[in-house]
C-alpha cells in the first residue's frame, strides 16, 4: 500500500492511495486505516471511501475489484486536515496488516489555487486510461464521454479536468414549443453548446401537475441532446417552496425513474434541487443523502449536482460561506455543489466566494443570468464578462439562464421566436447574443 499526499493547501489535502494485492487473487478488496486528528475525507474518486470517526474504509468500485496476485489499484481523495502532516496508520487490506508507506509531505505548501489542485497527472485512473481508445467523434460527448468529478474538477473519461459551457432551457411547463429539432439543432451546431439542461420546475404548474408527462418529456429532451453530442443536465427545478425535503418523495420517484431509463446513456448529468432557501445546510444534506443513494442504484457513475443553501449561493445569500460545506460535506462519489449567479445582482463579494471555494469542493454553475436575479432588468454584460472569465479561469462549468423566448431580457432570444422555425442570431436579444459568443469559442477537452 501507498498512500501520499500529493498536493496540501491551508486546511485541506488531495491524497493519492495504491493498494496491491500481495496474496491471491481476489475479487474485492476494502482498505481500512485510522485517520489523524483533523483528518475528514469529503470527496474521493475510483473507491467508496466512508468514514466514521477516525475509522476510514474506502472500497473498490465496480471495475477495479478484482485483483490478481501483485494487481493494484489507484484512488484519490479530498481531505480536510487541522495540522501540517498528519500521518495515518494502522492500514489493514481485508482485514490484513499492509506493508507499505505514507508520504505526507509533498513539495513545499502550495495556495488553494484551483490551477493547481487539480493535478491532472494523478486524476485518470491508471488502470483505465491507457486502456481507452482515442475518441471516435467530435461532438462533446463523443470526446469526453462518462464524465466523473476528479478532485475538485469535472472530468473526461481519460480523467482530465474539463469545461462544459451551455445553456438552459426555460420552464418546460411555459415554453413547451422552444424545445424542437430546429432549436437544438441551433443550439448543437450554431451555438456548439457542449451541455443543455432540462429545467423541469416541481411546482409552479411543473412536474406535480403530470409526473408521467414530465419524466416523458425530460427524457425526450435527454434524448434529443444525445443524438446531438451534448450533456443533458436533468434538473429537479425546486423553487417554492425553498425545502426540497418537500418534495422528496417526489424526487425519488422521479429519479428512480429517469436514472433507470438512463442509466446507460453517458450524457446525463443529474441536479437533484435547483435551489434550496429558507433552510439550513443540514437540511439540504438530508434531502441529498436520500435523493442520490437512489440515483446511484440505478446508475452507479453518473456526477450528481447538489444545490447549495440560499438559492445555491453557497450559502452567501443567507449569511453564511461554503465553509458550511467543506465542514460537513457529502461523502458520495461524483457530487458537485452548485452555484447560481445573476450577473447585475451578484457582484465582487460573491466572485470572491467562488475564488475561495473552488480550490477546496468541486463547483458547477449550473444556472447563471446576465440580469437580476428577477431574470430581467439590465444586462450587465461588464459583470457577466468577470463572471465568466473567472469560470473559465478556474475550469468551472456554466449555464446560462435561459434558451427561450420569454418575455424578459435573461432570455436568449427575442419574444416570438418560438413560433417560428427561425432559431438563427437575428433572433437574438442582447443576452442571447453574449451568451452565445461565450459558448462558440473551441473548447478544450484533453484526450491524453
Ligand atoms: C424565473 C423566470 C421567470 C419566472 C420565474 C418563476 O425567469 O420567467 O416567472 O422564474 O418564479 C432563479 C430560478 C429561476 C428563475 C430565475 C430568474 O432558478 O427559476 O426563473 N432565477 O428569476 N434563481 C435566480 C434567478
Redesign the pocket.
Known sequence: MSYRVINQWSGGYQGDVTVTNLGSSISSWRLQWTAASGQTISQAWNATVTQSGAAVSATNVSWNGSLGTNGTATFGFISSWSGSNPVPGSFTLNGVACTGGVTTSPSPSVSPSPSVSPSPSVSPSPSVSPTLPPPTGSTPTAINGQLKVCGVNLCNQFGKPIQLRGISS??LQWFPSCYNSSSLDTLANDWKADVFRIAMYVN?GGYVTDPAGYTSRVNSLVDQAEQRGMYAIIDF?T?TPGDPNANVENAKTFFQNVATRNANKKNVIYEIA??PNGVTWEQIRTYANQVIPVIKAADPDAVILVGTRG?SSLGVSNGSTHAEIVANPLTHSNIMYTF?F?AASHLDNYRTEVRNAAGRIPLFVS?W?TTS???GGTVDLASSAAWLDLLDQLKISHVN??YSD?N?S?AAFRPGTCSGSNYGTSQLTQSGQFVRSRIVTADSFPTS
Do not use: D, F, I, V
Open positions: 426555460h420552464g409552479e427545478h423553487l435547483n435551489e438559492w447560481h445573476y444556472e443570468g436575479a428577477t431574470g439562464w435561459t420569454a424578459e435573461s
